[in-house]
């Protein structure tokens, strides 16, 4: 996954999106924003935790499935402050 996301970024095929990985009890994103890292977290039991890109890429690697979703700029950010501050109830 890294090298392919590697590729993508450095052939300038992704610039505003989001990689999202499942595994069995949680789900991992990582931000992208102009083709750099922004931001990455995780949902974990409905709770939205903001994470560093190292922990991104371990808590990943055993992944079970993995995508990357292309999205307005606007859009990406606005999620990605999610993970950032949690909403109130």
């Given at each position: 996954?890294?090298?392919?996301?590697?590729?993508?970024?450095?052939?300038?095929?992704?610039?505003?999106?989001?990689?999202?990985?499942?595994?069995?009890?949680?789900?991992?994103?990582?931000?992208?924003?102009?083709?750099?890292?922004?931001?990455?977290?995780?949902?974990?039991?409905?709770?939205f935790s903001m994470r560093t890109f190292g922990e991104f890429f371990g808590a990943t690697a055993g992944a079970t499935s993995v995508a990357f979703c292309h999205t307005d700029p606007a859009i990406l950010l606005c999620t990605a402050v999610l993970f950032r501050k949690a909403p109130s109830a």
């Open positions: 996954m890294v090298a392919v996301l590697r590729e993508s970024l450095a052939n300038g095929s992704v610039s505003d999106g989001y990689v999202r990985a499942g595994s069995a009890n949680a789900e991992h994103f990582l931000f992208l924003h102009q083709g750099k890292a922004h931001s990455a977290g995780v949902l974990e039991e409905d709770r």
